[in-house]
């Protein structure tokens, strides 16, 4: 450019001498070459220049929608991404995707192609994970690149050859796009889009909501109208919601009132009857520090109203209901499906801020959460976010910040509102939006008291837990939940249930405080440092000790390797070791080096590490759910050594005993076919076993039980008992009756049969202690008279759940384990149990001094095998 204006404003002509030399015409022809010549020139330095301006930059997206999917979302979603690439062609955008972990695919998918190297640069975002993203630096503040794509300056999109911006925005420009931010989020949603980061003593907007997510009450119409009640008139309160949740179900239909969803994350399910009532989880203290609230009245209320829902008994024609609500085994369950075949009449679902609820409003009706006596109606308040990874290049931030700024806009939503109507969705579509862009004649079409849930949810909505360390929340909030229901205070006296409510959220705060917030005071701390280092000091010693006894043991004075002989004539030996034990320094050692060094310091995935010295083996030695984890590992141990190891034995003995080839074949068939099943029908089988509904496989034969009169139940239950102590007397007395049998069995039989002791006598002692003799004489007299039994939890019981784990793996894996003891079996001799027959040996003295015997070495290298695979499956 400098040169044409240099021709243009300088006498072409003249300057060139073209005028004097070849007069006007040729000089116009000499002209036009030359400048065809400078025009060819000009393209070939800048058409490189420009091909590397103008090349597409590629970035990762989260949230995009599947290729598959059909849903109007999904549509709506793939427009907005067409304009975007009509308006802005010189991006490329991926899809995110990332193996993840069975449960907790929204947390551990971003952190495993963080690791990996391949992280997403519009990452999402969710309330409870922001504050861990902030934390350990992954989100670029927001405002400021915001502040580059709408500045005028180019310069500031644009970098240097060391990756530095050739110009940063002013404070005018970052507090114009802060302005513009807060337009498009929320009030009650802005104290979690602007805060502090963790080292940062500014505010800053890490993430933008894409979608604002709130809870309401959801009802079905038709069960309404069967049970009585005006689907009109939904409940407002908490008393007519457990009026209602009563009326509404129906045992003998399998219709509940309400339902929840279950397990480690029940807290999550009942949030909006906390929020409801005022309960808080976390808070910052007069010291500006984070600390639990979440032993509180108000939590404690919400939770024995949620045990009323769930447990509480009622009379319903003379006969007794327990509890008016379904809990989902583990999380939701199957609750969605039996909420579509109208099973369940309410439940708390999620109002979405431009599609309110895609579902059939003659069927499903929208209400505000209940609220209680002296609460307001609330819920949870949430949002799918998208954020800035703070490691992309500089052209990717500004990219993706384009990207968040478009589908966030007013353009992206006016494609969605218009997919939504073209697809017979109108009447969903939130009524703000239809008035935004003209589509008021749809409004009479919104079902009534739709848009005023969403609205009342969205004023008055809570956020989910955001604070330090709250990505994991869910869980600690839980275990007070799930204990009050194992201790059945929904049908506890009030104050009595209150009170007991109270202790447990006291023991949830202490693990909330240590385990998430670290709130755990400096001497503290200081002593568990020490005792960590003397505990590692102690297991390195005995391990370099354990190590050189080996090393002691396999080095001989006399080794033939003494001299260059001995190494020589082994050489070849070792050239076929040397590729297998560089495969294990290389896959097993080095990773293990590299672990090592993680122990020992504070691991960043984005951020540089920093030291910790043994502050990490402090937590850990210190932390309850370790000891605890260690404990279930090993009682998983005894379960599956206990009762898995022994049956394949037996099997094949018994398999051994069959008289004819045909039934030897079929019965070994029968036995191996449940190792070829596949996994997955093996759960779904075990999963309708293990109902804890009266309607449950293994709960329907119990309950069957109760059928029996008086005489036949008592018989049973001696019968029963007998059995019982038969095998208590067996296990003690064959130590005593074998005397070949060697030691460590015998302690072993012994410790069992004492084990057994225990637990027949642990119910009689523990109504000793708490009600004297006479308690215990009545445990006595259950034993005669029917039965009283009520459906187990099987699954959802802590005191079966492991039990009810082991047992699938050992129905599943005991016809293939007799396979290798029938082949071992073939190898002794029959002249031995010929010659036992003719000394006049039973069944018993064959086993325990021919067979057993026989297979000891075979017995030993399974059971070693045994007790790793046990390790390793409970460590799984």
């Known amino acids: 450019m400098l040169r044409i204006n240099w021709y243009r404003h300088s006498g072409l002509w003249t300057g060139l001498g073209i005028r004097h030399h070849c007069g006007p015409r040729g000089g116009r022809k000499v002209f036009t070459t030359i400048c065809l010549v400078f025009l060819a020139a000009l393209l070939s ?133 802060l302005k513009l931010m807060r337009r498009r989020v929320p009030k009650t949603a802005w104290p979690v889009i602007y805060r502090h980061g963790d080292h940062s003593h500014k505010k800053h907007i890490w993430s933008m909501p894409t979608s604002i997510l709130v809870s309401a009450l959801l009802y079905r119409k038709d069960l309404f109208r069967a049970a009585g009640l005006n689907p009109r008139k939904p409940p ?126 003659q069927i499903v009706g929208i209400a505000p959460i209940p609220h209680p006596p002296d609460g307001t109606s609330s819920g949870e308040l949430n949002a799918s976010m998208l954020g800035v990874f703070a490691k992309s290049t500089p052209q990717q931030q500004i990219g993706v910040m384009r990207y968040i700024w478009f589908i966030t806009g007013p353009r992206a939503q006016q494609i969605s509102v218009q997919t939504f109507l073209q697809s017979g969705y109108g009447q969903f579509v939130n009524p703000d939006l239809l008035r935004k862009f003209g589509y008021t004649w749809l409004l009479r079409q919104v079902p009534a008291g739709w848009a005023k849930a969403f609205d009342t949810a969205l004023a008055n909505g809570v ?53 998430l917030l670290g709130a755990i005071p400096l001497n503290v701390m200081r002593l568990r440092k020490i005792i960590a280092l003397i505990t590692i000091l102690v297991i390195g010693a005995l391990f370099l000790l354990e190590l050189w006894r080996v090393w002691q043991y396999f080095t001989r004075a006399d080794a033939i390797f003494s001299s260059r002989a001995g190494w020589r004539r082994f050489l070849g030996g070792y050239a076929l070791l040397v590729p297998a034990f560089l495969m294990m320094i290389v896959w097993a050692y080095l990773p293990l080096a590299g672990g090592l060094s993680m122990a020992f310091s504070h691991f960043e995935l984005v951020q540089n590490s920093t030291w910790a010295g043994v502050g990490n083996f402090a937590k850990v030695l210190f932390d309850p759910r370790f000891w605890s984890s260690i404990g279930r590992t090993i009682y998983f141990v005894a379960l599956t050594i206990g009762l898995g190891f022994w049956p394949p034995i037996l099997l094949a003995i018994l398999l051994q005993e069959v008289p004819t080839a045909t039934l030897k074949y079929i019965f070994r068939t029968v036995y191996y076919l449940p190792s070829i099943i596949s996994g997955v029908l093996i759960m779904f089988l075990w999963r309708q076993l293990y109902d804890p509904s009266k309607y449950g496989v293994l709960n329907h034969l119990l309950l069957l039980m109760n059928l029996c009169g008086p005489i036949p139940a008592t018989i049973i239950k001696l019968l029963a008992l007998g059995v019982w102590i038969s095998l208590i007397v067996l296990l003690i007395m064959l130590p005593l009756r074998i005397e070949e049998m060697s030691r460590p069995i015998k302690a072993a039989l012994w410790v069992v049969a004492g084990v057994l002791v225990a637990v027949t006598l642990q119910p009689v002692a523990a109504r000793i202690s708490g009600g004297g003799i006479s308690a215990g004489l009545d445990s006595l007299k259950s034993l005669f008279g029917p039965f009283h039994l009520i459906p187990l939890g099987w699954i959802q019981s802590p005191a079966m759940a492991m039990l009810c784990v082991v047992l699938p793996t050992i129905w599943a894996g005991a016809g293939a384990g007799s396979i290798l003891y029938l082949a071992a079996l073939k190898t002794v001799p029959d002249e031995l149990y010929e010659a036992a027959e003719m000394d006049g040996a039973r069944i018993w003295h064959k086993i325990f001094y021919i067979t057993l015997p026989q297979l000891k070495y075979l017995i030993v290298i399974q059971f070693i095998a045994a007790v790793i695979a046990a390790f390793q499956g409970g460590t799984d």
């Open 45 to 177: 330095r800048c058409l490189p220049a420009r091909a590397a301006t103008s090349s597409p930059v590629a970035f990762v997206a989260a949230g995009l929608p599947y290729p598959g999917s059909t849903d109007v979302g999904s549509m709506a979603a793939r427009r907005v991404l067409r304009a975007f690439h009509k308006k802005y062609p010189q991006y490329k955008i991926k899809a995110f995707a990332m193996p993840t972990i069975q449960g907790s695919s929204m947390d551990t998918g971003p952190l495993m192609a963080i690791a990996a190297g391949m992280p997403p640069n519009a990452i999402y975002v969710n309330f409870r994970q922001s504050s861990t993203y902030i934390e350990h630096g992954f989100l670029a503040p927001m405002e400021v690149l915001l502040a580059r794509v709408l500045s005028k300056n180019p310069a500031q999109r644009h970098v240097d050859a060391q990756g530095h911006w050739l110009a940063n925005p002013n404070a005018a420009e970052i507090a114009q796009a």
């Open 236 to 361: 407002r309160t908490w008393d007519q919601l457990l009026q209602d949740a009563r009326k509404l179900t129906i045992p003998s239909r399998r219709q509940y009132g309400i339902a929840f969803g279950g397990g480690r994350d029940i807290s999550y399910s009942i949030f909006p009857l906390l929020a409801s009532n005022g309960s808080r989880v976390v808070a910052r203290n007069a010291l500006g520090r984070w600390h639990s609230v979440y032993a509180s009245p108000q939590t404690a209320q919400a939770i024995y109203y949620f045990c009323k829902l769930a447990q509480g008994g009622f009379t319903r024609n003379g006969r007794t209901i327990h509890g008016a609500a379904y809990l989902g085994i583990s999380g939701a369950g199957n609750m969605y499906w039996l909420w579509s075949q109208g099973h369940i009449a309410m439940m708390f679902g999620t109002l979405s801020q431009e599609l309110i609820q895609a579902t059939n409003p």
């Open 463 to 515: 956020p989910e837990p955001y604070q330090h360390n709250t990505q994991n929340i869910y869980a600690p909030m839980s275990t007070p939940i799930n204990s009050a229901l194992e201790q059945n205070l929904g049908n506890v006296p009030r104050h009595q249930a209150i009170a007991q409510i109270s202790r447990l959220l006291k023991q949830a705060s202490q693990r909330i405080n240590y385990q």
